[in-house]
């Protein structure tokens, strides 16, 4: 398991689609997976902290969650299969008892960002899916907006 | 106040943006709010109780509340300003105590399909924005997919 940062969001210029890189927090190498449009606003928001004037879907998701007195422990990008990624959501209730959620990574990381919690990779799907990330150094991040990189390269190194 | 279902979601053909169709239960008027793309799909899955293969977003809200022992005693869309529609969703927790969230009313209205909660619209957005519901027989409804209905036409005439 790989302890993981939201690194950057990025649109693959061969389709137009976000794709979030999911970076390794202890190695230079980062996973992509792609997402849709809605769940890539909200995590753009998300990363921003900026506030959308009305609440998004995963802000109201995090109040319900503060509400009833639950935490996220974290979030682990568990599996990949046939392109399709999988993520567990570890659900605390005021008990301390935990919860594993099945869920889709976009929401697991859009939740994530407004919680803080930790998220993590599996081996198994950083193996066959990591890339080497072209954010090295921390600074980079802020400049992801402007970063005009190949996704269209990445898919097909990793397809 | 009143109690609403949802009767229909379509198609604006003007700008091909989704619109939810708010029917007050005990009269022919209707409410006809503009969502996203998102939500659309989030309430068109809910309506059919279908299934998507992975767990869509208000999916995962349902087990969060779910296991957190929390319920949806109502949602109300309680406010229109500017085009806007605002929402809130009266969460229980366990001990019985609710909360009254803001939130969208896309939101709030995927998420009261899926826990089966009273969806009430307040009185002055009903006279603000009702107009006569094209579906007068229950039956109507079974066929919302193929109405092809005239919404700028009902947005004209709520402007």
New interface residues.
């Given amino acids: 398991m790989r302890e993981a940062v939201i690194k950057a969001l990025l649109v693959d210029p061969s389709n137009n689609s976000p794709v979030v890189l999911l970076k390794d927090r202890y190695s230079s190498k980062a996973v992509p997976i792609w997402i849709?449009?809605?769940?890539a606003m909200s995590i753009a928001f998300g990363l921003q902290s900026d506030r959308f004037p009305?609440?998004l879907?995963?802000d109201?998701?995090k109040?319900?969650?503060d509400?009833?007195?639950?935490s996220v422990e974290k979030v682990v990008i568990g599996d990949v299969q046939d392109g399709?990624y999988?993520a567990s959501?570890f659900?605390k209730?005021?008990d301390g008892e935990v919860?594993e959620?099945?869920?889709?990574p976009s929401?697991s990381l859009a939740l994530a960002l407004r919680l803080e919690s930790p998220i993590y990779v599996a081996e198994k799907v950083f193996e066959s899916s990591a890339i080497e990330s072209p954010f090295v150094e921390e600074d980079d991040f802020q400049e992801f907006v402007e970063y005009d990189m190949n996704l269209g390269e990445f898919r097909r190194r990793i397809g």
């Fill in positions: 849709g449009d809605a769940e009305r609440p879907t995963h109201l998701m109040t319900l969650i509400d009833l007195k639950g399709t999988y959501i659900l209730d005021e919860y959620i099945d869920a889709r929401d």
